[in-house]
């Protein structure tokens, strides 16, 4: 039994797994927005932070509409990024893709917050700032839901041939 239910390199590419990481990021980051909204921080803040890597640490502090936009513009940009990159990864590992999506989602967290943080003084910033069991948690939710959109993509690209 194919423990990638049916993801195989020549059925899924580069390109649908790149949409499927947009959607996963578009699910990620309204559970970071609901999140932040229910800690008191603001619907923005997510955003704002993510912003903050490219912009700046003081860019967290004023949530304007184009820090909220620069924010959730790059968000789509790296999840349609890292949907690329796993949709390469998936045919490689002999790893029920959901499980692998999970682990991505970690390894994810761990780079932005671990090896970002010392390029970028606003990934520092965010890193301090964002408590650690809701980064966890959404970068979790993004690999969960990227490597079950995967399988899907997958199940329909073998039924199909």
């Known amino acids: 039994m194919d423990v990638n239910m049916g993801v195989r390199r020549n059925q899924v590419g580069v390109v649908k797994p790149a949409g499927a990481g947009l959607a996963a990021g578009i699910i990620m980051a309204l559970v970071a927005m609901m999140a932040t909204a229910a800690m008191g921080k603001g619907l923005f803040a997510a955003p704002a932070m993510i912003a903050g890597i490219i912009l700046g ?11 909220i936009l620069t924010g959730l513009a790059l968000h789509m940009v790296l999840s349609m990024m890292f949907g690329a990159v796993f949709g390469f990864i998936v045919p490689l590992l002999r790893v029920p893709t959901i499980l692998l999506g999970a682990a991505f989602g970690l390894i994810l967290w761990i780079m932005n917050f671990y090896v970002l943080s010392f390029v970028s003084s606003g990934a520092r910033a965010m890193a301090a700032n964002e408590p650690v069991a809701l980064a966890v948690g959404t970068h979790l939710v993004f690999g ?4 079950a959109i995967v399988v899907r993509i997958g199940s329909h690209a073998k039924s199909a041939t």
């Open 144 to 147: 969960l839901v990227l490597g």
């Open 57 to 67: 640490p003081d860019a967290m502090m004023t949530p304007t509409m184009p820090v």
